[in-house]
């Protein structure tokens, strides 16, 4: 799997990084406005001092080894988006986008994501 760097803007505490199939993952459900808008949350994050309690009103949850970012509406519409991400600091502070995923139903997150994205921070880890 291919890791992209992002650039942020002067000043973010956090770089930015992604898996492309997480990329590939989001532009399969989301127009490219909505994409747009799923990268300016990440980049709000970056200037977070801790990305997992942003003070920008984001709803962060931790998944065990990882994160999962949750919105919907707006821009949106009914796509229910969960965006699943890493936190790496050596050697740099990065924030890692690792999947994306549209939830469809209210049950929680299906058990076939969940591994998959334990499997995908894991690989982030070794590349990092």
């Known amino acids: 799997m291919e890791l992209v760097r ?13 898996l492309k199939a997480a990329a590939n ?7 490219e406005i909505q994409y747009d808008h799923a990268v300016d949350l990440f980049e709000s994050l970056a200037f977070e001092p801790d990305p997992t309690h942003p003070k920008v009103a984001i709803d962060i949850q931790p998944h065990g080894e990882f ?7 707006g821009v949106l519409r009914k796509i229910n988006l969960r965006v699943y991400f890493i936190l790496v ?3 740099t502070k990065t924030i890692v986008v690792i999947g994306s995923y ?9 058990k076939h994501i969940v591994i998959k994205m334990k499997n995908r921070a894991k690989h982030v880890r070794t590349l990092l």
């Open 67 to 73: 994160y999962e970012l949750r919105d919907k509406g």
């Open 25 to 31: 993952e989001g532009h399969g459900f989301l127009s």
């Open 102 to 110: 549209k939830k469809e139903d209210e049950a929680q997150t299906p």
């Open 6 to 18: 992002r650039e942020v803007e002067t000043g973010a505490a956090w770089s930015l990084a992604y």
């Open 89 to 91: 600091d050596k050697p």
